[in-house]
Nanobody, 123 residues
Framework: QVQLVESGGGLVQAGGSLRLSCAASGFGFSNYAMGWFRQAPGKEREFVAHINWIDSRTGYADSVKGRFTISRDNAKNTVYLQMNSLKPEDTAVYYC????????????????WGQGTQVTVSS
């Protein structure tokens, strides 16, 4: 069955960096776009970044553009989120998800989700 397992979250000071990983199994990883989302307490889950499966073209939310980088390693069935210059407002549970065709930023078009990893940024 499809499984997505996130790791790499933790507590970091503002201005610091973290790299999240999402290990995928149970499907042809290289044939799917992937995305990262986050959910802060009391807020809706929001799009962070996505990466295509054909050319690894990427897209980002305005709030993270220039600070976060999404990448993938198809040989390892893993998608990453490098987060630099972290801010307290980046504090959230971060989820990776598998995209259906042309999902882009549309959360409703992601069909499988990981359990999430907590990122806490202290000021």
């Amino acid at each position: 069955q499809v499984q997505l397992v996130e790791s790499g979250g933790g507590l970091v000071q503002a201005g610091g960096s973290l790299r999240l990983s999402c290990a995928a199994s149970g499907f042809g990883f290289s044939n799917y776009a992937m995305g990262w989302f986050r959910q802060a307490p009391g807020k809706e889950r929001e799009f962070v970044a996505h990466i295509n499966w054909i050319d690894s073209r990427t897209g980002y939310a305005d709030s993270v553009k220039g600070r976060f980088t999404i990448s993938r390693d198809n040989a390892k069935n893993t998608v990453y989120l490098q987060m630099n210059s972290l801010k307290p407002e980046d504090t959230a549970v971060y989820y990776c998800a598998r995209a259906t065709y042309n999902a882009g930023t549309n959360i409703r078009l992601y069909d499988y989700w990981g359990q999430g990893t907590q990122v806490t940024v202290s000021s």
